[in-house]
């Protein structure tokens, strides 16, 4: 972007509509139109627009006849963003990496992150407009963030307790909605493994499961009793493989249940 303001600002007083520059002209307009930037040209006053390279057209989905009858009004899909941007402009003079939804041709919304400065075009007062499609970018984080809230309401809906650890079940993370479920604070079990914080023979129990969870590449359902500041509780532990290099395991208490039994 700032590679871009620089050529244009040089240029500016250069593309002119005078005949001995036309062929000059024409090469610089070839240039512009490789970047794979939108670059406008617009009247300060009047908001018209005077100059759209390719990838500006592509972006709105106009062809360049019809660009050059629009203002840059006809752009807002938020009426909002063109108060908030006049704000920005008064007071710092120029716009840098401002994300706003655009209006395309056929009036859908498309993210655009936008550059705006002022430079001084055939003797008018104007501004230059670059425009970066973020649009596939910007759903992606969306979606992200929607899946985090979703994924975050779930785990807390959760009386269980969730560890991730790696092939050897080491523990790396957990996630609990009352930490007074574990049997140890996170800062003695995190990095350490069941056989560094329990007796062989009980310890042996999750190494097992560990292993057949690796071998089978399959859900494995362990049951087991352990001594808790509250007593002797019975736990329902269910292990699956995350990916190539984790596994999480799914622990419950389950002592209600065999007390019913």
């Avoid at 871009?4 to 062929?23: C, V, W, Y």
């Avoid at 970018?137 to 979703?150: C, G, S, T, V």
């Avoid at 079990?189 to 069941?194: D, E, H, T």
């Amino acid at each position: 972007i700032q590679t871009t303001l620089r050529l244009f600002n040089s240029l500016a007083d250069t593309i002119q509509s005078n005949k001995e520059l036309q062929d000059k002209n024409e090469n610089w307009q070839q240039i512009l139109n490789l970047i794979p930037v939108g670059i406008t040209i617009t009247q300060q006053q009047s908001g018209k627009i005077l100059y759209a390279n390719k990838q500006a057209l592509k972006n709105t989905g106009l062809d360049a006849d019809k660009m050059l009858d629009k203002s840059s009004i006809d752009f807002y899909y938020n009426p909002n963003d063109r108060i908030r941007m006049g704000e920005l402009m008064q007071r710092n003079g120029y716009i840098n990496d401002m994300e706003l939804l655009s209006k395309t041709a056929d009036g859908n919304a498309r993210w655009m992150l936008l550059n705006i400065h002022p430079i001084s075009y055939n003797n008018q007062a104007c501004f230059l407009g670059l425009g970066s499609d973020i649009h596939e970018k910007k759903i992606a984080e969306q979606n992200y963030n929607e899946q985090l809230l979703r994924n975050n309401a779930i785990l807390k809906s959760l009386p269980d307790i969730i560890f991730i650890q790696d092939l050897n079940g080491v523990y790396l993370d957990y996630h609990v909605n009352d930490k007074k479920l574990l049997v140890l604070p996170p800062e003695q079990f995190l990095g350490k493994k069941p056989a560094d914080l329990f007796p062989e023979e009980f310890a042996s129990i999750f190494t097992n499961a560990y292993q057949k969870v690796q071998k089978t590449q399959q859900p494995v359902l362990v049951e087991y009793t352990l001594d808790t500041p509250s007593g002797s509780k019975y736990f329902e532990m269910r292990i699956s493989l995350m990916d190539n290099n984790r596994m999480f395991s799914i622990i419950r208490d389950i002592s209600t249940f065999k007390t019913i039994e």
